[in-house]
């Protein structure tokens, strides 16, 4: 399985950007997928996960209500929209694809890791 994450870039705070990470096997729909990033001098941590069938997600309580998984089983593709920027989410974003139909925070739960895109929210 590759995981191809893109949609990164340079936004100013309070902008928008929408990640994408497109998955290379039709295995896609069978699991859970996560976000993930990791900001400069700091350990990865959890953003968002949705359920196999994009019935459930679940979000870390500092991107609640500013960002939203989704995903569409038919382009083998999970998408980040990311509203309300602050430059504290600036980090590189991976994406993940879970062991599982559902998923949580643990990395543990996540077979394979995309390349990462850099997201950089200036202030």
């Known amino acids: 399985v590759q995981l191809q994450a893109s949609g990164g870039g340079l936004v100013q705070a309070g902008g928008s950007l929408r990640l994408s990470c497109a998955a290379s096997?039709?295995?896609?729909?069978?699991?859970?997928m996560g976000w993930f990033r990791q900001a400069p001098g700091k350990e990865r941590e959890f953003v968002a996960v949705i359920t196999w069938n994009g019935g459930r997600t679940y979000y870390a309580d500092s991107v609640k209500g500013r960002f939203t998984i989704s995903r569409d089983n038919a382009k083998d593709t999970v998408y980040l929209q990311m509203n309300s920027l602050k430059p504290e989410d600036t980090a590189v974003y991976y994406c993940a694809q879970a062991r599982g139909v559902v998923a949580g925070a643990l990395e543990d739960e996540y077979a394979y890791w995309g390349q990462g895109t850099q997201v950089t929210v200036s202030s």
């Open positions: 096997r039709r295995t896609f729909r069978n699991n859970a």
